[in-house]
């Protein structure tokens, strides 16, 4: 059973050292039917916490363009080591600061294809 205590407060020079991952705009070519795997970058993570991880909006140009079942996933992947982001209470909290990578994940399972996906207001801190 997970605890349902609050986690401790982040600490001060941790929160000093994070560095959140924004993106206003990103748009990706959608050029072959298949998996697609967009390496977004990456962010600095106060004490292994994450405390927003969103995506504003997500548009296909042309929509004729179907994406597969699992839709577009925002995936932030821990240090090598750490725990996975499933449970604020599992995962818990560590010292210092965390770097993790940001990905998004899709499928076009199907043609046409030859267009482009545009993601809006990407945040992960």
Known sequence: MYSTRPLPRLEP?????????????????????????????????????LSEAAIGNASIDPD?????????????????GNPPFDNYY?????????????HIRFDIPDPPVGGTLTLLGVAVD
């Open 90 to 102: 599992a995962r818990g909290w560590h010292r210092g600061v965390e770097i993790v990578s940001v």
């Open 64 to 80: 004729s363009i179907l994406v597969g079942d699992l839709g577009i996933r925002l995936s932030v992947e821990p240090t090598a």
């Open 13 to 49: 020079a941790a929160a000093a050292r994070a560095v959140p991952l924004r993106l206003a705009r990103l748009v990706s070519p959608l050029d072959h039917v298949a998996g697609y795997d967009v390496d977004l970058g990456s962010a600095v993570l106060p004490n292994g916490i």
